[in-house]
Antibody, heavy 116, light 106 residues
Framework: QVQLKESGPGLVQPSQTLSLTCTVS????????VHWVRQPPGKGLEWVGA???????DYNSALKSRLSISRDTSKSQVFLKMNSLQTEDTAIYFC??????????WGQGASVTVSS | DIQMTQSPSFLSASVGDRVTINCKAS??????LNWYQQKLGEAPKLLIY???SLQTGIPSRFSGSGSGTDFTLTISSLQPEDVATYFC????????FGAGTKLELK
């Protein structure tokens, strides 16, 4: 059964770095890509970035300078790091798998609040 | 970036009604469009992929149509468990999403 689960701190101080982990099961990171998507309160979904099956990455151009996505295939984990956080980064952060179908399985999401 | 304009933002319908939700792309995205259902506090669920293909396990009352710039999600006979927010995703280029349609029972 395909599963993804996000984890990380619920609260981050402004200007600090956000670190999130997506732990997956039921599929291989070397044959599927994982995307990060976020949803600010009351707003629509925004693609954050992706790590492809071969390990290369792509990022939303608006976030690229602050963003890093990596993975540990031995642990079936994907990592998101975003620095210089501002209140506008407050959102639910989802990880989602793309394999044969684009974004066909999603985690429950991790709520992140940027506040002092 | 490709902009996705989704309508309506809010929809109230009765059990058994035929419901349609639309997404319009700012440029041609061929058939690279997915539809999702998201219930409060749950992960989004893929309903339709590549504009008109029903995801495994999804009831046949859900269907998708369209190509190019105009797409429609149809629920042929609304059921109480269909109350949710629905959104579209284009994946012809860097992914972008529609703003969502909140569907409620009348």
């Amino acid at each position: 059964q395909v599963q993804l689960k996000e984890s990380g701190p619920g609260l981050v101080q402004p200007s600090q770095t956000l670190s999130l982990t997506c732990t997956v099961s039921g599929f291989s990171l070397t044959s599927n890509s994982v995307h990060w998507v976020r949803q600010p309160p009351g707003k629509g979904l925004e693609w954050v970035g992706a790590i492809w099956s071969g390990g290369s990455t792509d990022y939303n151009s608006a976030l690229k300078s602050r963003l890093s996505i990596s993975r540990d295939t031995s642990k079936s984990q994907v990592f998101l790091k975003m620095n210089s956080l501002q209140t506008e980064d407050t959102a639910i952060y989802f990880c989602t798998r793309s394999g044969v179908r684009v974004m066909d399985a999603w985690g429950q999401g991790a709520s992140v609040t940027v506040s002092s | 970036d490709i902009q996705m304009t989704q309508s309506p933002s809010f929809l109230s319908a009765s059990v058994g009604d035929r419901v349609t939700i639309n997404c319009k792309a700012s440029q041609n995205i061929n058939r690279y469009l997915n539809w999702y259902q998201q219930k409060l506090g749950e992960a989004p669920k893929l309903l339709i992929y590549n504009a008109n293909s029903l995801q495994t396990g999804i009831p046949s009352r859900f269907s998708g149509s369209g190509s190019g710039t105009d797409f429609t999600l149809t629920i042929s006979s609304l059921q109480p468990e269909d109350v949710a927010t629905y959104f579209c995703l284009q994946h012809n280029s860097w992914p972008t999403f529609g703003a969502g349609t909140k569907l409620e029972l009348k």
